[in-house]
């Protein structure tokens, strides 16, 4: 066995997160050895955000060409996957080969190495026979992997996880999907305008579940007027393939198709990281870090794997507090070369890995002594990006209730809105407002329509800054465009 070797920093996992850190680590003059068992980039590129929303772009693509027939005349579409599948191999993914990201981490100093990396005692990584001593620190980026239920009989059978629903070339004719999450339901909307017989079975009471009950209505209603079939409240009790089709066993129905996905949430997998060997306790379903990404004493998390919101632009805001806290404890604590002003905004490579880069690296942390920017999670903003989209940002009413906040509520139907009602064919939304009374400030909102991820963005800024609600009740809404729906909610508070 060889000696340990001994580096700066190590990062093990690079997906979203772990990428950007050690990126702007190796970038920043250190020696950083960046750890990855499968693709650079990790689940967003490949497998999550930039695919389905090509997808998703696609799919709006023909719904808005239906919409023609309510007002601009007549269209008549002919729906084809293969246009999809190929942007997807092709623009998305390289058929899913990441050497552009590898490259472009190399090209910025790292150090790449391909295998699973394990922590081996303080300030160690061993990734197979190597061994890599970390001088300032380890940083765990290993994001998730699809947490499958134990149902009778689903490990037997040939389903498909996210994975098997963004390579697919061919559609199927008929598909479930259990789960009616974020997820679920926006790869429901895409397959089924593209003429898949889609059923979303769901064990809760309600679709998009985490989100107001007015969104879950409305996503519901858009879905079903795709033709997708919504089954609530039927917990998968038995799964069974038989060769050609799956059957979906619960709550008394039957249901059948011929492939079955299932996205039934996340889960991380501390039990590989060899974590017992850092005394932490590797039977929590996430890693617990606190408001610099610490996990244990010289080792950073970032990214899905914290628990702290399954979000791309989570672990790209992890990730930027966790350079400027590595480099500014380096500096304080463990000598090193100044690296003050080297850091930057990673990104600009050609590729997709750096669309996400490019799009989400400018988090904002920076390497100045005592300016560490500490996590704070008040104004999470999180858009389902179905048609209309559902924005949120902060608490649910129910959530706020739950706290004793003293809460009003404000809420305005979009189709009401001028524009809404010039929009016309695909105007359903709303906006609805959670506000703490006591402090006259937004605590939450929710933001449902054609343009509702986009809208939300003087939502978040309201409730990351505590504006005064007088300031959001005397300022100027363009006319006539969808935000200007916030006001209307924001004079029905009660
Ligand atoms: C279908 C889908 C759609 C999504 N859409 C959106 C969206 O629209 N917007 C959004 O913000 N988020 C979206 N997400 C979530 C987003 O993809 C994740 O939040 C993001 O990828 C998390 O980044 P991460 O760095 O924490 O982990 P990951 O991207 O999961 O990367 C972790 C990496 O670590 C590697 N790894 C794991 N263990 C080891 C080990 N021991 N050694 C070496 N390498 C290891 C893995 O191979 C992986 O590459 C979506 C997710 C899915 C599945």
Redesign the pocket.
Same mark, same amino acid.
């Given at each position: 066995m060889a000696d340990p070797e001994l580096v700066d920093v190590v990062v093990? %996992? #690079?997906?979203? %997160?772990? &990428?950007e850190v050690a990126e702007r680590l190796a970038e920043a003059g250190l020696s950083v050895v960046g750890? &990855?068992?499968? *693709?650079?980039?990790? &689940?967003?590129p490949y497998? %999550?955000?930039v695919p389905?929303?090509m997808m998703i772009r696609a799919a709006n693509a023909l719904a808005e060409a239906h919409r023609v027939n309510e007002l601009a005349g007549s269209a008549q579409v002919q729906p084809d996957w293969a246009p999809v599948a190929k942007r997807i191999r092709e623009e998305a993914t390289d058929t899913w080969d990441d050497k552009v990201a590898v490259d472009r981490f190399t090209g910025k100093g790292g150090r790449f190495v391909r295998?699973?990396?394990?922590l081996d005692g303080p300030d160690r990584v061993r990734?197979g026979d190597q061994v890599f001593q970390a001088r300032y620190g380890i940083v765990l980026?290993?994001?998730?992997?699809?947490s499958i239920p134990p149902i009778d009989g689903l490990g037997d059978t040939p389903y498909w996880t996210?994975h098997q629903?963004?390579e697919v070339e061919e559609l199927p004719e008929s598909l479930l999907i259990l789960g009616g999450g974020?997820?679920g339901l926006? #790869?429901a909307q895409v397959f089924a305008r593209f003429g898949v017989r889609v059923t979303v079975v769901e064990a809760a009471d309600r679709v998009l579940a985490v989100e107001e009950p007015e969104a879950s209505e409305v996503a519901a209603a858009a879905l079903r007027a795709d033709g997708v079939i919504i089954a609530t409240g039927v917990k998968a009790e038995r799964v069974s393939h038989d060769g050609q089709s799956f059957t979906v066993h619960g709550g008394g129905a039957e249901f059948t198709a011929d492939r079955l996905l299932v996205?039934t949430g996340?889960r991380a =997998?501390l039990e &590989? *990281?060899g974590l017992e060997t850092v005394d932490v306790d590797a039977s929590q379903r996430y890693l617990p870090v606190d408001e610099r990404m610490h996990a244990a004493d010289g080792i950073w998390a970032? %990214?899905? *794997?914290t628990g702290e919101g399954? @979000?791309? =632009?989570?672990?790209m805001y992890q990730a930027a507090i966790v350079v400027a806290d590595v480099l500014d404890q380096m500096r304080r604590t463990k000598g090193g070369p100044d690296p003050s002003g080297t850091a930057s905004v990673v990104g600009g490579a050609a590729g997709v890995a750096s669309a996400v880069g490019g799009a989400m690296s400018a988090g904002g942390a920076t390497a100045a002594p005592g300016s560490v920017p500490r996590a704070d999670y008040r104004a999470l903003p999180r858009?389902t @990006?179905t048609d209309p989209e559902v924005g949120a940002v902060g608490l649910t009413e129910q959530q706020a209730r739950e706290r004793g906040i003293n809460v009003q509520v404000g809420y305005t139907d979009l189709t009401t809105s001028a524009r809404g009602w010039i929009h016309k064919a695909g105007n359903a939304g709303f906006i609805k407002l959670i506000v703490d009374a006591d402090q006259g400030v937004l605590i939450g909102a929710t933001s449902v329509g054609p343009a509702g991820g986009e809208v939300l963005s003087g939502l978040v800024v309201a409730v990351h800054a505590a504006v005064p609600l007088s300031q959001l009740r005397h300022m100027i809404y363009a006319y006539p465009t969808f935000h200007r729906a916030i006001e209307d909610a924001l004079r029905n508070l009660k």
């Open positions: 093990v %996992g #690079l997906g979203v %997160g772990g &990428e750890i &990855e068992r499968d *693709l650079v980039g990790g &689940e967003c497998w %999550g955000c389905t929303k295998g699973s990396g394990r990734v980026g290993t994001g998730t992997r699809p996210n629903a963004i974020a997820i926006e #790869l996205v996340r =997998h &590989e *990281l970032v %990214g899905d *794997l399954a @979000f791309t =632009h989570i672990a858009v @990006f």
